[in-house]
């Protein structure tokens, strides 16, 4: 158990469920977001930062023993908004990381980083970056700097390539893509447990049938996900008609990101 986990995005969607559902792995849990959260409960502290904020970045992290950092714009948007939240965040993350002593960060990368591989191609590790879109590319940043951070530091990173993390699959591109909010908590464990973790790039899916996706080269952790997107095929293809063979969804990893435009200011 550490001491002090820091969760930051701590008010959206897998924040939430970071912050029910990882409160075995500490005795405090710090939240952290841009805008206000429901008040701390028992055994948390709650603290709104700007992640563009160098100096409240720092102390908020100072203190912690570890971080699941889910913060930052989480689809395509201007280009100052991603920089601040994505790119400038991620480094004042570091930096503070740096300067504090935490040397344990899950970064929630995104499938976007390769997004522009075609759904035919089976990806591992160490496949060329392919992305989409002002938001992919800030992925791809960000794990760049896990990596600078690590072999110059020894700051300890999992890089996870989120695919579609709901509580079920919401369309038939998801049925590759899924991951099961208890898998991502088992492999948020994994990462945690480990004695050695390197800075390894994982891909965030589920037991998926359909799956693009290798992980072999992260078999150290001893993460195996449970849940299958298979269990919803049936719903999934009655919801949603089958798309032209043509359409985004169905040739690019990355989906409809593929074809959305720049955002300009």
């Not at 710090?30 to 709650?46: H, Y």
């Not at 912690?64 to 689809?75: E, K, T």
């Not at 075609?118 to 992305?131: F, I, M, W, Y």
């Not at 004695?195 to 994982?202: A, E, M, T, V, W």
């Amino acid at each position: 158990m550490m001491n002090r986990l820091l969760i930051t995005g701590a008010a959206g969607g897998l924040g939430t469920v970071c912050r029910d559902r990882l409160k075995h792995m500490a005795k405090t849990l710090r939240l952290s977001d841009v805008v206000d959260m429901p008040p701390a409960g028992e055994n948390e502290e709650v603290v709104v930062c700007d992640l563009g904020d160098k100096a409240a970045v720092e102390d908020l992290v100072r203190g912690c023993d570890g971080i699941v950092h889910l913060g930052g714009r989480s689809i395509e948007d201007t280009w100052s908004v991603i920089r601040n939240a994505n790119i400038d965040g991620v480094f004042n993350l570091y930096e503070a990381c740096r300067k504090t002593g935490c040397n344990r960060v899950i970064f929630a990368s995104s499938n976007h980083a390769v997004g522009f591989h075609k759904q035919s191609t089976r990806l591992d590790a160490n496949a060329l970056t392919k992305p989409d879109g002002l938001y992919g590319v800030s992925k791809v940043f960000g794990e760049a700097m896990a990596s600078m951070y690590y072999d110059k530091f020894g700051i300890e990173t999992a890089s996870v390539r989120i695919g579609s993390c709901f509580p079920e699959p919401k369309n038939r591109r998801m049925l590759a893509s899924w991951m099961s909010y208890d898998d991502f908590v088992r492999l948020i464990e994994c990462v945690f447990r480990a004695p050695k973790l390197g800075c390894p790039i994982i891909y965030g899916a589920s037991n998926n049938a359909t799956g693009w996706w290798d992980n072999r080269e992260v078999g150290f952790l001893g993460w195996e996900p449970q849940d299958r997107a298979e269990d919803y095929r049936a719903v999934v293809e009655q919801m949603e008609e089958m798309p032209a063979i043509d359409a985004p969804q169905v040739v690019y990893q990355g989906g409809v990101f593929t074809v959305d435009g720049i955002h300009e200011e």
